[in-house]
């Protein structure tokens, strides 16, 4: 069974960082395309960055040059650096991972930027 567990959510002031963790378990992790999405109270769900199975990354314009995905294929995790934070990336963060038509969603860690 695919689980996918994240951690390292928390309370931060604008301008701080913080690191996302995403542990796999259950699933092949190297083959998988790894991807985090946030919520804010309100919107849709919306993909902050991902990581292919070989490496490639691509992100949102919104965290552009802030924020780093990457992933550790021998510790079957992928991670969320989150720098400069703002105001407006308080959510709660969420850790997907896709292989062909299967997908799997983590339950979700919050992050809250304020002063």
């Known amino acids: 069974q695919v689980q996918l567990v994240e951690s390292g959510g928390g309370l931060v002031q604008p301008g701080g960082s913080l690191r996302l963790s995403c542990a796999a378990s259950?699933?092949?992790?190297?083959?998988?395309?790894m991807y985090w999405y946030r919520q804010a109270p309100g919107t849709q769900r919306a993909l902050v960055a991902v990581i292919s199975s070989r490496g490639f990354t691509n992100y949102s314009n919104s965290v552009k040059g802030r924020f780093t995905i990457s992933r550790d294929n021998g510790q079957d995790a992928v991670y969320l650096q989150m720098n400069s934070l703002r105001p407006e990336d308080t959510a709660l963060y969420y850790c997907?991972?896709?292989?062909?038509?299967?997908?799997?969603w983590g339950q979700g860690t919050q992050v809250t930027v304020s002063a």
């Open positions: 997907y991972a896709r292989r062909q038509n299967n997908g799997c």
């Open positions: 259950g699933m092949i992790f190297s083959f998988y395309d």
